[in-house]
C-alpha cells in the first residue's frame, strides 16, 4: 500500500520568501514521486517528478524537490515566492511496475502576500 | 502538447439522472484516468483504463462505470446521480506502461446534482 501525507492544508508567505511544501510518503516498494500544481479553475499540470537518479530534482517555474529515502519525504522548494506561484500544490506516489495507481495527497494551498 | 478535453466545464444534473462525462485525448496516449477531487480528500481514483475497451477499478468505484470504445476517448457514466455525487471531475492520460509516466490533466468538470 502506498500513501501521501501533506503537513499544512494551507501555506502563506511573502512574495519573495521561500517556499517550503512538505511532503511525505510511505511505500512498500522504491517510489516515483511527482509534484503537481493546479491554478484556479484548471487541471492539474506536472511541476517536477523523481524516478530514479539523482536526488535532487528540478522542475519548471524555479521549483526544486529533494528525494530522502532515510526520511520518506520529498519536499518541494522555491527560493523567492511569486504572486503568479499561488495555486493549490498536490504530492503523488506510484509504485511503478505494472501498477498504474497514482495516490495523491490531500494539497496544500499556496497563498503569496504582497 | 498534448491536450485533454472534457465534454462540459460545468453541469448541473437531477437526482436519480444517467449523467455522462466524456474525456478525449490527442495524443495516442494508452491509459487513461477519471478522478474526483473534493476539498480536503485530494485526487481520489475512480477507474483507469490501459487500452481499448479494458478497465480497471480505482479507489471509489461505487455508483459509476466507464466505458473506452476508442482509444482516445474515455467516458464516465453515473448510472443514478446521487447528491454525493456532486464534485469536480477529473480525466487525465499517460502515454506507456505503469506508474512512471507523467499524467496530463483536463480542465475538469463541476457537477451539482440537485
Known amino acids: 500500500a502506498q500513501s501521501v501525507t501533506q503537513l499544512g492544508s494551507h501555506v502563506s508567505v511573502s512574495e519573495g520568501a521561500l517556499v517550503l511544501l512538505r511532503c511525505n510518503y510511505s511505500s512498500s516498494v522504491p517510489p516515483y514521486l511527482f509534484w503537481y500544481v493546479q491554478y484556479p479553475n484548471q487541471g492539474l499540470q506536472l511541476l517536477l517528478k523523481?524516478?530514479?537518479?539523482?536526488?535532487l530534482v528540478k522542475g519548471i517555474n524555479g521549483f526544486e524537490a529533494e528525494f530522502k529515502k532515510s526520511e520518506t519525504s520529498f519536499h518541494l522548494t522555491k527560493p523567492s515566492a511569486h504572486m503568479s506561484d499561488a495555486a493549490e500544490y498536490f504530492c503523488?506516489?506510484?509504485?511503478?511496475?505494472?501498477?498504474?495507481?497514482?495516490?495523491f495527497g490531500k494539497g496544500t494551498l499556496l497563498t503569496v502576500n504582497p | 502538447d498534448v491536450k485533454v478535453t472534457q465534454s462540459s466545464r460545468y453541469l448541473v444534473k437531477r437526482t436519480g439522472e444517467k449523467v455522462f462525462l466524456e474525456c478525449v485525448q490527442d495524443?495516442?496516449?494508452?491509459?487513461m484516468f477519471w478522478y474526483r477531487q473534493d476539498p480536503g480528500l485530494g485526487l481520489r481514483l475512480i477507474y483507469f483504463s490501459y487500452d481499448v475497451k479494458m478497465k480497471e477499478k480505482g479507489d471509489i468505484p461505487e455508483g459509476y462505470s466507464v466505458s473506452r470504445e476508442k482509444k482516445e476517448r474515455f467516458s464516465l457514466i453515473l448510472e443514478s446521480a446521487s447528491t454525493n455525487q456532486t464534485s469536480m471531475y477529473l480525466c487525465?492520460?499517460?502515454?506507456?506502461?505503469?506508474?512512471?509516466?507523467?499524467?496530463?490533466f483536463g480542465p475538469g468538470t463541476r457537477l451539482l446534482v440537485l
Open positions: 487525465a492520460s499517460s502515454l506507456g506502461y505503469g506508474g512512471v509516466e507523467t499524467q496530463y
Open positions: 495524443m495516442d496516449h494508452e491509459n
Open positions: 503523488a506516489v506510484s509504485s511503478g511496475g505494472s501498477n498504474y495507481k497514482l495516490t
Open positions: 523523481y524516478t530514479t537518479g539523482a536526488t
